[in-house]
Nanobody, 126 residues
Framework: QVKLEESGGGSVQAGESLRLSCSHS????????MTWFRQAPGKQRDEREG??????????NYADSVRGRFTISQDYANNILTLQMNNLKPEDTAMYFC?????????????????WGKGTFVSISS
């Protein structure tokens, strides 16, 4: 069974940085796409927002709200997906989820996700 496990969340002040990690099986990044989603407080599961994705060819996508501040990458040797988050803002506060899919639909569509991690919470204070 595919297992995704996030780590690295926490509470920081606006302008600071955090680095999220997601450990996963090698199979995922070879055959599919991996994405970071986030669910803001008070939002429902189907309102999860695609933050950044990386496909099996290494192509990346970013939400407009994070482009230039966040960087997604794969550590292929250790099967770890990372999200480097710089210049964090209070509106970045959310539960962040690691996800994997077979690239059948849009990268930002939570309904296309095949596997979800349990999430790690990020809180940004002003």
């Amino acid at each position: 069974q595919v297992k995704l496990e996030e780590s690295g969340g926490g509470s920081v002040q606006a302008g600071e940085s955090l680095r999220l990690s997601c450990s996963h099986s090698k199979y995922i990044h070879v055959t599919g796409r991996m994405t970071w989603f986030r669910q803001a407080p008070g939002k429902q599961r189907d309102e999860r927002e695609g933050v950044a994705s990386i496909d099996s060819d290494g192509n990346t996508n970013y939400a407009d709200s994070v482009r230039g501040r966040f960087t997604i990458s794969q550590d292929y040797a250790n099967n770890i997906l990372t999200l480097q988050m710089n210049n964090l803002k209070p509106e970045d506060t959310a539960m962040y989820f690691c996800a994997a899919d077979r690239e059948l639909g849009a990268w930002y569509d939570p309904y296309g996700v095949d596997y979800w991690g349990k999430g790690t919470f990020v809180s940004i204070s002003s």
